[in-house]
């Protein structure tokens, strides 16, 4: 499979977007110049969580590097068949065109597991890509110890499970990575 990297993300209304400032296609470029910089050392599969927001871009993305180099693979990471039912029509089109795109589609939890707790869906889903990657491009504030954001969690857990990280600040949308040496360990 050789070198893997998934993506955890903000959704759109927690940017601060406006006409002036940061757009969604900002962010979205952002990522794909990062993609573009991972396929350079080698990466070729891509995992999406495929919700609104930072891992729709990013699937796009490796959709659109996928049309110069068909060994780049997209996989999507579904928590759970229909979590797009209440989203808008045009993003529920997106997500559509995105998914058809995909080489592999994992639907990890069924209806009744989200109907009970999707919540738990969605943690399910972030563990899964994160155990499988050895990479993950996170879009978010580098201090995410205290957020009790799904992208928090997700952050938390690749340091546990010592992954390589980058962060794409929120705002900036500048890159830093967070190496192995930087992460605390509790003893």
């Given at each position: 499979m050789g070198k893997v990297c998934c993506f955890t993300g903000y959704r759109p209304h927690r940017f601060d977007f406006s006409p002036d400032g940061?757009?969604?296609?900002?962010?979205?470029?952002?990522?794909?110049?990062?993609?573009?910089?991972?396929?350079?050392?080698g990466y070729r599969t891509f995992i999406s969580g495929m919700s609104a927001g930072v891992d729709l871009w990013a699937a796009a993305e490796v959709l659109t590097l996928r049309d110069t180099d068909s060994t780049v693979k997209l996989v999507a990471a579904v928590p759970f068949a229909g979590q797009e039912n209440h989203?808008?029509?045009p993003l529920q089109r997106?997500?559509?065109?995105?998914?058809?795109?995909?080489?592999?589609?994992?639907?990890?939890?069924?209806?009744?597991?989200?109907?009970?707790?999707?919540?738990?869906?969605?943690?399910?889903?972030?563990?899964?890509?994160v155990d499988r990657a050895d990479t993950v491009v996170?879009?978010?504030?580098?201090?995410?110890?205290?957020?009790?954001?799904?992208?928090?969690?997700?952050?938390?857990?690749?340091r546990r499970l010592q992954k390589r990280i980058f962060y794409i600040h929120p705002r900036t949308l500048?890159?830093?990575?967070?190496?192995?040496q930087q992460m605390e360990f509790p003893l």
């Open positions: 940061l757009r969604p296609e900002q962010v979205q470029a952002a990522l794909g110049e990062m993609i573009r910089t991972l396929y350079d050392e989203w808008s029509i997106e997500y559509r065109r995105i998914l058809d795109g995909c080489q592999q589609v994992e639907y990890l939890f069924d209806e009744k597991a989200a109907a009970v707790d999707p919540s738990a869906c969605y943690r399910g889903r972030n563990h899964w890509m996170a879009v978010c504030e580098i201090d995410v110890a205290d957020s009790r954001t799904g992208t928090a969690a997700t952050v938390r857990y690749a500048a890159v830093t990575e967070e190496t192995v």
